[in-house]
């Protein structure tokens, strides 16, 4: 956890300028030796620092916290009304870990869990997700169910749906979904999606649905994930440090009356949309499931989501489940 002076002093270098020893002293009240420490102590959380001398000390990417009433600004009365408890951590293991542990207290429906850092993050097939301090998105919402998993079936296709909404609206293009739950922009990951469920077979269920979206991934971090992967910064050409509240709010604006209205609506509602925005359509791709794998020809999604792959020798095969790999050329 964030002590309240090093958070102090977070925001005071968020602006990515420089701001000398004695300056910052002042701001925070406390001694030229304290400031050090409390600056070397930013290292703990992965923030890199730059001191010049002459000039003091800057940040050496600016950063914008996330912040409640900010995020608020950006939300429109509908999804205003779906949203409960809106949580932001400095620090946490998983938000979807702790909103799971959240939903067997009882919290209610509609919460979200967002956070600067996460030293757990979880990504499909108990992968560790890469989440740097202040930099990313990663946001969990609970939601509850009447009809149990079963009348959610094809969720987490409708939510990828949500977030490409917000991302166009953000002015993101080329951005494409890869089943069944990965956001690519020109064959490169921008995000990912978790859904984890709990609850009875046939009867109420609660869903946490996780997000982790590249924001600005510093290269060294990124070196820890397998596959190639890009940022809304690469895509922009341009620094979005000052964005990320405005972007929460436009993902909570999609996000939340997806879920609100999918018992009603179902995968169907979804499915041409999802189908327009397929970047893996006609692709050559390896199918990877346990210790095996099948090659072929994406063909589309059937009704119910799943994944259709046309073989070599014509067969079509369809699959519930499995990692998809894009073939290089």
């Known amino acids: 956890m964030i002590s309240p002076k090093l958070k102090q002093l977070l925001l005071v270098l968020a602006d990515g300028q420089f701001h000398s020893g004695t300056e910052l002293a002042g701001l925070l009240g406390v001694s030229r030796s304290a400031v050090w420490k409390h600056l070397s102590a930013l290292s703990e959380f992965g923030i890199d620092l730059l001191a010049v001398s002459g000039k003091g000390y800057r940040l050496q990417h600016p950063l914008q916290l996330l912040d409640e009433q900010q995020i608020d600004l950006h939300l429109d009365s509908h999804a205003r009304s779906l949203l409960g408890e809106l949580e932001i951590h400095d620090e946490i293991h998983s938000t979807n870990t702790y909103l799971l542990d959240r939903a067997r207290q009882g919290v209610g429906i509609g919460s979200v869990c967002l956070a600067e850092r996460q030293t757990a993050g979880k990504g499909r097939r108990g992968r560790?997700?890469?989440?740097?301090?202040?930099?990313?998105?990663?946001?969990?919402?609970?939601?509850?169910?009447?009809?149990?998993p079963t009348a959610i079936s094809g969720l987490?296709?409708?939510?990828?749906?949500?977030?490409?909404?917000?991302?166009?609206?953000?002015?993101?293009?080329?951005?494409?979904?890869?089943?069944?739950?990965?956001?690519?922009?020109?064959?490169?990951?921008?995000?990912?999606?978790?859904?984890?469920?709990?609850?009875?077979?046939?009867?109420?269920?609660?869903?946490?649905?996780?997000?982790?979206?590249?924001?600005?991934?510093?290269?060294?971090?990124?070196?820890?994930?397998?596959?190639?992967?890009?940022?809304?910064?690469?895509?922009?050409?341009?620094?979005?440090?000052?964005?990320?509240?405005?972007?929460?709010?436009?993902?909570?604006?999609?996000?939340?009356?997806?879920?609100?209205?999918?018992?009603?609506?179902?995968?169907?509602?979804?499915?041409?949309?999802?189908?327009?925005?397929d970047c893996m359509q006609g692709k050559q791709v390896d199918i990877f499931m346990h210790e095996q794998s099948v090659s072929g020809v994406v063909a589309g999604i059937d009704d119910q989501g799943l994944l259709l792959l046309e073989l070599a020798d014509g067969q079509t095969r369809v699959f519930a489940s499995g990692e998809v790999s894009f073939r290089r050329l």
Not at 128 to 148: A, D, E
Not at 170 to 197: S, T
Not at 243 to 265: A, F, I
């Open 156 to 277: 987490s296709l409708a939510i990828g749906v949500a977030v490409i909404r917000a991302l166009r609206g953000f002015g993101i293009v080329d951005v494409g979904l890869k089943w069944p739950n990965d956001i690519y922009w020109r064959q490169r990951k921008l995000a990912g999606i978790l859904i984890e469920v709990s609850g009875e077979t046939s009867g109420p269920c609660h869903a946490v649905i996780g997000l982790g979206l590249n924001v600005y991934l510093p290269a060294h971090e990124g070196q820890a994930i397998e596959q190639d992967w890009v940022d809304l910064q690469g895509i922009l050409a341009e620094s979005v440090h000052g964005k990320r509240n405005r972007l929460v709010g436009e993902l909570l604006n999609q996000l939340l009356p997806v879920l609100g209205d999918y018992e009603t609506r179902a995968l169907g509602h979804y499915l041409d949309e999802w189908r327009g925005y």
């Open 128 to 148: 560790y997700w890469v989440s740097p301090f202040g930099h990313n998105i990663y946001l969990s919402i609970l939601w509850r169910f009447q009809g149990g």
